[in-house]
DNA sequence: AATGAATGAGCCTTCATTCAT
DNA sequence: GATGAATGAAGGCTCATTCAT
């Protein structure tokens, strides 16, 4: 009578896999704390015994999603800048077109590691954020090594702008599909000239200063 | 009587206003879920059939918490900028010097108004995002203003990117307070160079172009 | 229809005492692992979160229960001593009159006092076990306050071997009621006499000694 | 391999004890209520279906538990007593030193068997009681030998006493190891004392009367 | 204007127990 | 002879919310 295929029995691989799919769903609906493992046991198709068996406590399943899908995303965007060796500005547009691709094909992953799902005080909050800090060390580096010896006062904040640039957009993509300038590729070219011609041009000491 | 902490019958208005500076703080420390109604009421000095009495549920309150709190920071940028006929590039500095301002001044408000305290999927997630489009959407003025008939195009995405570049360095400055660059008027000369050099150039169709 | 009369609305302290003699009785029937709060609500004719609301957690329900009737049992052997001038025999019948009197009295504190109702290595252990051991002490001031100078060696052995032959017969009495030999009066003779003339032999060194 | 944990297809009769051993060690650890199937499964280094294929339901495994180490203690005791034609003191004296050495050597059989490890209610609560009663009917035995047709009035609550005190001083020599008088034989001799003396002059109607 | 008393509903977690192989 | 996979049922605890005064 219609509902899904019961297929049980399963190799633990097989099921471990299910429930994280589960997780990051439920946890990118509702966040970690409005999420409910009885809701993540029933999607993924198992009692909730099961997941406590497998992945342990809400929180644990949490973490592991989290650092299942900064991997991945991590990956992605290592995948995708391919050569360290390259300049300093074909490096970073290739990161960013792999960033905004992943985040395009993985909406829940996204969110799920983007600060919505979670909030401060979570155990996990450094778990997550910490490869937030590894993408902005990883821009800073650019920056600085672009730069050359110039100004490299406020790198650490160029940095968290940028990453911060970089999310308020794929949020804004991801909010509202279809809209014009939200395809990964325009994403990605609309935030590098914001970045790069601006950033160029303050090695250039063309700055703009306060009247 | 005399110094004791019981000063009941106050009138209406100092009452509500007491509620909602307790739960605004609360907010900002647990987030909009793991905040309770019983803390909030705690903190308020109140009891808590009072709260529902003035402010309706949970979730009536934290909509007014964000709404008050929103209305004071678009408040304070408005007054910062002053005079919407100066140049753009100056409301920009002015917008951006305010609105750092008012946050390192008050940092719950910021978290509660920031995404860090809800989670999507909330009933007054738009309730919030309304005050990010309207800054958003006056940045987004501002940016074709000062492109003239330039390549409109991408001026939406553009302002997207700012926004998320001035929350993600105001989040960097309330989480590492103290650190070199966070101070109100560092971050607003930083987003400023970032931003302004970068767009300014790009009127001049100095523009980046992918390999 | 029929069920208990809904009396609601009791001030706290009623409603504590209701919730403690639920608890008791419960704790008694199931010890303290098996009794569960759903019962002791229901039993006290109140819902689960009052009885979080005023007892706190299960495990302080019971370590409060343990406490009201370890000072309630202590008071009435102490009552029943009356006079600690008096000569030691007299003050060991009147506690052990007023002891087995008690526990025929309350059956079910006695049950939550002893160690039937809970297992070792529960937080409360020592909470219980204090009790005990005052009792225990107690008696073993009587001994070598009769025993004079006497072989005050194995005074504590002794003391031991005596509340648990109290304990012995106060739970057969409770479990066998209406056997002869199982009321108060009898129940408190047969120890005196077993504890008594023997320990009284002692004193003369009349000693029996191992083949 | 070789040296490895893993000794699979032992005989039925092997894996039993060592499950049974397992589970005695955990029922004296935890209680009945709070030992769990998987630790006992765990420590016998079997699987948990393995147990219930073997030993039933956690009931029965309890009660087999209990039965077993049940008539290890009564057969101990009764090779100690050796000959029932003795005079009564000497087989009470060689029966309590039986227990307590036999206690003292399996602390954890003894735990067991003492109340200490369920709680009442259990169905198995007569199971172990059984054991109890057939020492208190032959204490009850040897009382009534010794006081040829005297007063046999209370000999069963004197038999109650004597073997809750032989319990006490049992559990306090296990819970306060190498204290003095806690080692078998003197256990055996201060309870030997206490009882015999007490007795023997019950006889000769030496008796203490309530004032 | 204000509160002490009270609860329905839900959530995380665990455990004894059983299939199917 | 032995096990990996799986679950129904229940238990402790908390929370937003309301009633009666």
């Known amino acids: ?73 991590l990956g992605a965007v290592a995948a995708g800048v391919e050569d360290r060796s390259r300049p300093a500005d074909e490096q970073l547009w290739a990161g960013l077109l792999a960033f905004f691709t992943y985040v395009a094909d993985h909406p829940d992953a996204w969110v799920v590691l983007s600060r919505r799902a979670w909030t401060q005080g979570e155990p996990f909050a450094d778990e997550a954020s910490r490869m937030r800090e590894e993408i902005a060390a990883f821009v800073a580096g650019l920056i600085g090594e672009a730069h050359g010896g110039g100004s490299g006062r406020d790198v650490r904040g160029l940095a968290q702008a940028l990453v911060g640039a970089a999310e308020s957009l794929a949020d804004w993509a991801a909010e509202s599909p279809g809209a014009p300038g939200t395809s990964a590729k325009e994403a990605a070219a609309t935030l590098m000239n914001f970045a790069w011609v601006g950033l160029g041009n303050l090695m250039k000491s063309e700055r703009w200063s306060p009247p």
């Open 1 to 73: 009578m219609g509902g899904g295929a019961k297929a049980r029995r399963l190799p633990r691989v097989v099921r471990e896999r299910q429930m994280m799919d589960a997780a990051v769903r439920c946890f990118a609906r509702h966040g970690y704390q409005a999420a409910s493992m009885d809701e993540i046991a029933e999607l993924a198709g198992v009692s909730k015994p099961l997941v406590y068996l497998y992945l342990g406590s809400k929180e644990e399943l949490f973490t592991a999603c989290i650092r299942r899908e900064a991997r991945a995303l």
